[in-house]
Nanobody, 119 residues
Framework: QVQLVESGGGLVQAGGSLRLTCAVS????????VAWFRQAPGKEREFVSG????????EYADSVKGRFTISGDNGKNMVYLQMNDLKLDDAAVYYCAAKLFYASRYEYWGQGTQVIVSS
């Protein structure tokens, strides 16, 4: 089993920054990738950014490229999402998810942390 706990959400003005943190615990050695997803009210959950185990590979949704940066600290089993120049459309509940080796989908999810962007 893998457990994920997100933190760092909150209220920020448009143009501001936030850093989200995902703490990964349990069978961390079996985790191949960690990603951030988000879901706004009335919208489908969408992929935001992902990172491979040793951070040799990162991926971003087009809507956040150049503004968000994903990083990881394997020693602390943490994954971070630095979000800069936040826009109203970035407001959502952000979820951290983990995919295990040989898995085809993200099986483990955190409870989410809410990001509110004000104008």
């Amino acid at each position: 089993q893998v457990q994920l706990v997100e933190s760092g959400g909150g209220l920020v003005q448009a143009g501001g920054s936030l850093r989200l943190t995902c703490a990964v615990s349990g069978r961390t050695f079996s985790v191949n990738r960690v990603a951030w997803f988000r879901q706004a009210p009335g919208k489908e959950r969408e992929f935001v950014s992902g990172i491979s185990r040793r951070a040799e590979y990162t991926e971003y949704a087009d809507s956040v490229k150049g503004r968000f940066t994903i990083s990881g600290d394997n020693g602390k089993n943490m994954v971070y999402l630095q979000m800069n120049d936040l826009k109203l459309d970035d407001a959502a509940v952000y979820y951290c998810a983990a995919k295990l080796f040989y898995a085809s989908r993200y099986e483990y999810w955190g409870q989410g942390t809410q990001v509110i962007v004000s104008s």
